[in-house]
């Protein structure tokens, strides 16, 4: 079992950066690959970023490749998501996961997800 708790959202300017955290409750958090969805009003959750449970991989969809950046610490069971050039279209609830089907957008576990606003 993991739980997952999300923080770092908020307002931004558009071009800014923000970086979301999540952290992991459970002791087999190292061996899950880990991700950020994101979900717009209207909109299907969408998947953002991958990282496998090694950090051997990562894994980004067009909309944000370049810009976003997955990273975790397996001794801290946090992973994070830095966003640079931050777009209005980027303005959704964040969600973190985890499980083995991540980049398939179906993880095991999330969280209760983040508020991240980017004004024009």
């Known amino acids: 079992q993991v739980q997952l708790v999300e923080s770092g959202g908020g307002l931004v300017q558009a071009g800014g950066s923000l970086r979301l955290s999540c952290a992991a409750s459970?002791?087999?958090?190292?061996?899950?690959?880990m991700g950020w969805f994101r979900q717009a009003p209207g909109k299907e959750r969408e998947f953002v970023a991958g990282?496998?449970?090694?950090?051997?991989?990562?894994y980004y969809p067009d909309s944000v490749k370049g810009r976003f950046t997955i990273s975790r610490d397996n001794a801290k069971n946090t992973v994070y998501l830095q966003m640079n050039s931050l777009k209005p279209e980027d303005t959704a609830v964040y969600y973190c996961?985890?499980?083995?089907?991540?980049?398939?957008?179906?993880?095991?576990?999330w969280g209760q997800g983040t508020q991240v606003t980017v004004s024009s």
């Open positions: 996961a985890a499980g083995d089907r991540v980049v398939e957008g179906k993880p095991d576990y």
């Open positions: 459970g002791r087999t958090f190292s061996s899950y690959a």
């Open positions: 990282i496998s449970w090694n950090i051997g991989r990562r």
